[in-house]
Nanobody
Framework: QVQLVESGGGLVQAGNSLRVSCAFS????????MAWFRQAPGQEREFVAA????????YYADSVKDRFTISRDNAKKTVYLQMNNLKPEDTAVYYC?????????????????WGQGTQVTVSS
């Protein structure tokens, strides 16, 4: 059974940076597509970024492109989300997701495994 544990959230001022991490255990990490989603209060969960098993192919939501970077360390079984130039609208709970195969990278229903989430709050 896959377990995902996020860490690294917190309170930052707009314009600053933050990196959140997701530790994977329970299965072979290299076999899984990894993604980050986020959910702001009163809103639906939305796609942020995804990274394929090869650690090369990455995909981003338009709202975070050129500011966020997803990466993975297959040796450490960890996926990261580096967030730069943060904005108040980035405030949300950030969730890590994993699946060995997805029919739609951008759809949260494509992912079977989820972490508990980590809160990111950006003050103006």
């Amino acid at each position: 059974q896959v377990q995902l544990v996020e860490s690294g959230g917190g309170l930052v001022q707009a314009g600053n940076s933050l990196r959140v991490s997701c530790a994977f255990s329970g299965r072979t990490f290299n076999n899984y597509i990894m993604a980050w989603f986020r959910q702001a209060p009163g809103q639906e969960r939305e796609f942020v970024a995804a990274i394929m098993r090869n650690a090369i192919s990455t995909y981003y939501a338009d709202s975070v492109k050129d500011r966020f970077t997803i990466s993975r360390d297959n040796a450490k079984k960890t996926v990261y989300l580096q967030m730069n130039n943060l904005k108040p609208e980035d405030t949300a709970v950030y969730y890590c997701a994993a699946d060995p195969r997805t029919y739609n990278l951008y759809n949260d229903r494509s992912y079977e495994n989820w972490g508990q989430g980590t809160q990111v709050t950006v003050s103006s």
